[in-house]
């Protein structure tokens, strides 16, 4: 990474919240219902959670966090016919940006990244030798992230929050409650049928759903959306916070984040986490123990 990263645009539209306009109508046939197309995939020895997210009519895609194993995500992406518009950083931690490089090299997508972590990624030999391996091919961050930045992919979007307390430019993505309400054409139907059936026979050739750890360790799919989501990368886990006592880390601030601004969102949020399961914001509101009301 060089420093003054190129801020591009490559097909993802990344709007000010102030500058906001109203998604673009899709042609109404037959269905109208609430989906995207959400694959979640732990990655790398740290077991990072790569997220997908796709638009079921466009095929268009995000890829958040891809820490490792490249060579899955493409083959995910390939098996759900979606183009990678862009692949956001929630935070610049090597376990978080392994793959950022290879990744942009075979979709050609912009990365996103928040400025504050730039000197972070910039230092990935760094952290590589902290963590006893070698570092990873650097790319340039084409688009900055800020507060308030609305990212727009096919009928989806997803707001940007900076949550700096785990490194100082962690972004959390939240998608609101109606993001991915769309009317599918005959067309769109069809192509999610066949996907959802491409999606049983990969099931089916590896082995039983209800093997949990495999089901974990292959990754898992989520077609539809009724409830507001939230990729909080090192932020939030379910019944615990992210560390700070890595370079840049503040207990102040990334508990102010959590307070001031994700215990702010709806309680039925899902929160997909950078690693582990997912919880939901009420949850962790009554639960877990940094948050607990005092």
Excluded at 146 to 157: F, I, M, N, Q
Excluded at 210 to 224: D, H, L, N, Q, Y
Aim: proline share 6%; aromatic share 4%.
């Amino acid at each position: 990474m060089r420093p003054g990263a190129r801020e591009r645009s490559h097909g993802i539209r990344c709007y000010n919240r102030e500058m906001r306009d109203d998604l673009r109508g899709l042609p109404a046939l037959n269905a109208a219902q609430e989906s995207l197309i959400h694959i979640t995939i732990p990655v790398g020895m740290l077991q990072c959670n790569c997220s997908i997210i796709g638009d079921p009519l466009t095929r268009e895609a995000l890829v958040v966090d891809p820490g490792d194993e490249v060579t899955r995500i493409l083959d995910l992406l390939g098996r759900r016919r979606l183009t990678v518009k862009a692949i956001v950083s929630t935070h610049a931690h090597i376990d978080h940006v392994g793959g950022l490089s290879k990744l942009h090299q075979y979709t050609g997508a912009p990365v996103l990244m928040h400025r504050d972590d730039l000197p972070l990624y910039q230092a990935m030999d760094v952290q590589a030798s902290f963590m006893g391996v070698l570092p990873p091919d650097l790319t340039e961050v084409d688009q900055l992230l800020k507060e308030g930045d609305v990212l727009r992919w096919g009928s989806l979007e997803a707001q940007v929050i900076h949550t700096p307390g785990h490194t100082p430019g962690s972004v959390s993505l939240y998608l609101p409650n109606d993001a991915g309400k769309i009317t599918l054409t005959d067309k769109g139907i069809k192509m999610e049928a066949e996907a959802g059936a491409e999606g049983d026979a990969r099931n089916a050739e590896n082995g039983s759903a209800s093997k949990s750890g495999e089901a974990e360790r292959m990754g898992s799919e989520k077609t539809e959306i009724r409830a507001p989501q939230l990729l909080s990368g090192d932020t939030l886990f379910k019944g615990s916070i992210g560390r700070t006592d890595l370079w840049g880390g503040s207990m102040e601030e990334i508990m102010d984040s959590l307070r001031s601004k994700l215990m702010q969102l709806p309680d039925a949020t899902i929160v997909h986490p950078g690693h582990g399961p997912m919880t939901t914001i009420g949850q962790e509101r009554q639960v877990n123990p940094f948050l607990r009301p005092e």
